[in-house]
């Protein structure tokens, strides 16, 4: 190979990496890939590329008010873990951006059980959105771009049944003060996002974005080839969707539309955390931007419908995808 091809193919060795790092996340089974295993992945990557790297445990979580997040992971035995990884660029940085991706190792459902006929023996795939951002840590930390700074940030649990869950009709209160009422068990991406972007918001970022296998709804809209992208932002918006096609991911903007939100009023809290089944992915984004700084950039991506694929597509094998990690780390 010529020089220039040789220099083009060592410019992708990382984010290859970092595909195939989410890929093995994905794919792995659900008592292996736990919450400690993904601190684990991120203490690896933050040794291996000069990241740092900071895990809440249940009482940080606890001291910082992060109510709904904890209120997903009380059912289970595992311990949540709250994983916060940092890039900074050798010669300082002029930007500064936070990525946020859902952590769901395992989501039974809760009280509102999954059935057979909902796969809950793939719901192993339910941490596609934390598994893209470490991936992207992974790829970012080897390319290291200059002159801007990323946060990586996983709220990591699972959505357990057991004497201690969280019912149906309990009221939880994020970080931020604003009170959920819980009228389905399942709906609990959501809330451990809520936590983890008020988090990522502190940190003052110029942008956030979230990755989430938030809906079945985005699934029933977009099919598996498509993931949704929700954006207050059209300039965001856009270079995602640019950074995407670069990386053969195809994102379609979908709208925040503010009457929908009139689904999310609940008579005894702030906000019920779901909202009636009709464009349920759009009322899933409408209740992700309540946690985010008003006047911020941000975009929503649901990939519920793109992380795993039965038959293969494109350059993906059958499987787990590692979707979302091209769309990042062309972004950044």
């Not at 795939?125 to 893209?132: C, I, K, R, V, W």
């Not at 390319?143 to 946060?151: D, Q, R």
């Not at 309990?170 to 609990?188: F, K, M, Q, W």
């Not at 946690?291 to 950039?297: A, E, H």
Request: glycine share 14%; hydrophobic share 45%.
């Amino acid at each position: 190979l010529g020089g220039g091809c040789t220099e083009a193919l060592e410019a992708v060795n990382g984010t290859c990496a970092g595909v195939e790092l989410a890929r093995q996340l994905v794919a792995a089974p659900p008592n292996v890939v736990t919450p400690q295993h993904l601190a684990n992945t991120a203490a690896e990557i933050a040794r291996d590329h000069g990241l740092e790297l900071q895990v809440l445990e249940r009482e940080d979580c606890e001291a910082l008010g992060m109510g709904a997040y904890l209120g997903v992971a009380q059912g289970s035995a595992l311990p949540p873990k709250f994983i916060h990884l940092t890039y900074r660029p050798a010669g300082g940085a002029s930007r500064r951006v936070a990525l946020v991706g859902k952590g769901l190792t395992f989501d039974s459902g809760g009280y509102n059980l999954k059935t057979a006929g909902s796969q809950i023996e793939m719901m192993k795939y339910d941490m596609g959105g934390s598994a893209a951002v470490l991936g992207a840590a992974r790829a970012i930390g080897e390319l290291k771009p200059e002159g801007i700074e990323v946060h990586i940030i996983v709220a990591s649990c699972e959505n357990m049944i057991s004497g201690g869950a969280v019912h149906p009709g309990d009221i939880l209160t994020a970080s931020n003060g604003t009170t959920i009422e819980i009228n389905n068990t399942d709906a609990e991406g959501r809330l451990t996002l809520a936590d983890a972007l008020v988090y990522a918001c502190k940190l003052e970022p110029d942008s956030v974005i979230d990755l989430a296998t938030l809906t079945g709804a985005c699934v029933i809209a977009l099919g598996e080839e498509i993931a949704g992208l929700w954006s207050c932002s059209e300039g965001l918006a856009q270079a995602l969707k640019a950074a995407g096609a670069a990386g053969g991911e195809a994102l379609w903007t979908m709208p925040l539309r503010k009457s929908y939100k009139a689904g999310l009023k609940s008579p005894v809290a702030d906000l019920k955390n779901t909202g009636p089944r009709p464009g349920g992915a759009i009322t899933a984004a409408l209740f992700l931007q309540d946690f985010v700084t008003q006047g911020l950039p941000w975009a929503h991506l649901d990939i519920a419908g793109t992380v795993w694929s039965d038959k293969g597509r494109g350059l993906d094998p059958a499987g787990a995808t590692g979707f979302g990690v091209r769309t990042l780390v062309n972004w950044i």
